[in-house]
């Protein structure tokens, strides 16, 4: 299994209901094999640590963080444990600046910017 995940870390009045990685899932034959989540600074610690178990269990996985705002960061910070722990099989992108979120991504080692379509780029980190 594979997971693609996006993350948004956005204000307290503003909801975003947009999966940026639905795009890259037409791409794969065997959609079964991979499983689409969403998640925001808002959502419940019980979905979150679903979330987690699914990255642990997942042979590799993406990670998309969208970030509108620094504030609520810090609620991912027990999911970053999930991700240091898989760091060679995850690949995480940013979308928007966030001093916070950039250090707790310090350690993983798949870390890009996401400037305009990383289909590609995904698909091919998940097929190694």
Partial sequence: MKVLLHL?????????????LSAVKGKFTKAEDLVLLDADNFSDG???KHVAS?????EKSVVL????TEDGTLCFRKFMETLYKKKDNIMVL???DNAVLDKLL?????????????SSRIYDFLQD
Avoid: M, R, W
Wanted: hydrophobic share 30%; net charge negative; with cysteine.
């Fill in 46 to 48: 019980e979905y979150l």
């Fill in 106 to 118: 310090s350690p993983l080692t798949h870390v890009y910017a996401s400037e305009g379509d990383q």
């Fill in 94 to 96: 940013t979308i928007g």
């Fill in 8 to 20: 948004k870390i956005i204000p307290k009045d503003k909801f975003i209901f947009e999966n940026k």
């Fill in 65 to 68: 963080f969208e970030s509108c």
């Fill in 54 to 58: 699914l990255v642990k269990e997942s």
